[in-house]
Nanobody, 116 residues
C-alpha cells in the first residue's frame, strides 16, 4: 500500500552534514507517523526521529540538537537533516511509515558512513 524510497546517504567526515530523503507513494498526511531508524553493524535497529501527520516530532537522545526531521507535503517526502556527524552515527538508515497500530512499511535503507 505504501512504497518508500530513501536517498542521500554517503561517506562524510566527522563534523560534516548529510540530508536524507524519504519519498512516499502515499500522502504523508494520510499516514499516522513517519520516521527514521538506523541499524549499525551488529546492533539492534533503533529509532532516530519521527514525525506524525500533525507535526509532532520525537528524537533519540543521542541525536537531539544535531538532527532535524521535516516534511514536504507537496512532494510526499520526509527529510532528515544530520549535522555534526560522529563516527557512531555510522549505520544503515531506514525510513518507516506507520499506517496502523500493526501496519508498518519500510524502505530499503541508505548507508551513512562517518569516517576520517
Amino acid at each position: 500500500q505504501v512504497q518508500l524510497v530513501e536517498s542521500g546517504g554517503g561517506l562524510v567526515q566527522p563534523g560534516g552534514s548529510l540530508r536524507l530523503s524519504c519519498a512516499s507513494s502515499r500522502s504523508i498526511f494520510s499516514i499516522y507517523a513517519m520516521g527514521w531508524y538506523r541499524e549499525a553493524h551488529g546492533k539492534q535497529r533503533e529509532l532516530v526521529a519521527s514525525i506524525t501527520s500533525s507535526g509532532t516530532t520525537v528524537y533519540a537522545d543521542s541525536v537531539k540538537g544535531r538532527f532535524t526531521i521535516s516534511r514536504d507535503s507537496a512532494k510526499n517526502t520526509v527529510h532528515l537533516q544530520m549535522n555534526s556527524l560522529k563516527p557512531e552515527d555510522t549505520a544503515v538508515y531506514y525510513c518507516k511509515a506507520r499506517t496502523g497500530i500493526t501496519t508498518d512499511y519500510w524502505g530499503q535503507g541508505t548507508q551513512v558512513t562517518v569516517s576520517s
